[in-house]
């Protein structure tokens, strides 16, 4: 964690990180409301909040040196559509009102190659019926990823799960560290829209 990330992290928690029960009140009666889940170091999330700033947005990750600059980021650049969290996805996601959200974005998710590790993978049945569950009609969820038997599964989950149907898979991010690496060893990209 470099020292300006540590420092947002240190200084900046009690602004930008909630619960999920702070965001479900911040969501209820916002114009729209959005949900970026492994945002990494957060340049995918913090356009999205600086290019519709009518949104309300969240985002959920675990790991501390991207939460911290992700917070350094939104402290410099005056970001106030954009509110954090330090949880499993899955937890945030249960404690969520029925169709609070309009669009969830996962980029690029870590896929679990090994057969053994498949469980751990984000993208479970339970998991495609809870994003099902916290979407409004219409809703989307946004997917990405350089891993083809994980594009497989993906389709496979949400193929699954009758409320969800596949929809124009456009891009709305900018080639990421994930992606750019993928794409130097030769991966193929599948990007994926899911309508609820």
């Not at 470099?2 to 947002?8: D, I, P, S």
């Not at 990180?17 to 009666?29: C, F, I, M, P, T």
């Not at 937890?91 to 669009?103: F, K, R």
């Not at 994930?178 to 990007?191: N, S, T, V």
Request: charged content about 25%; some cysteine.
């Amino acid at each position: 964690m470099t020292r300006a990330q540590g420092r947002a992290l240190n200084e900046q928690s009690d602004t930008y990180l909630v619960s999920a029960h702070e965001l479900q009140r911040q969501v209820s009666g916002s114009a729209k409301a959005g949900i970026e889940i492994g945002y990494g170091m957060g340049h995918a999330l913090l356009d999205w909040a600086l290019s519709e700033p009518e949104w309300r947005l969240a985002g959920i990750d675990l790991y501390e040196p991207g939460i911290g600059a992700c917070i350094h980021r939104m402290v410099e650049e005056n970001v106030s559509n954009v509110v954090l969290l330090n949880s499993p996805a899955q937890e945030v996601l249960a404690e969520l009102d029925p169709g609070s959200i309009d669009e969830i974005r996962i980029f690029f998710p870590d896929p679990w190659p090994k057969k053994r590790h498949h469980k751990r993978r984000l993208i479970q049945p339970d998991f495609v019926a809870l994003l099902a569950d916290v979407l409004v009609p219409g809703g989307v969820v946004r997917l990405a990823t350089d891993w083809m038997p994980y594009a497989e599964w993906i389709e496979e989950c949400f193929a699954g799960e009758p409320r969800f149907q596949s929809g124009a898979a456009e891009s709305v991010r900018d080639v990421t560290r994930f992606e750019d690496r993928g794409l130097k060893l030769g991966h193929e990209i599948r990007d994926f829209v899911f309508v609820r």
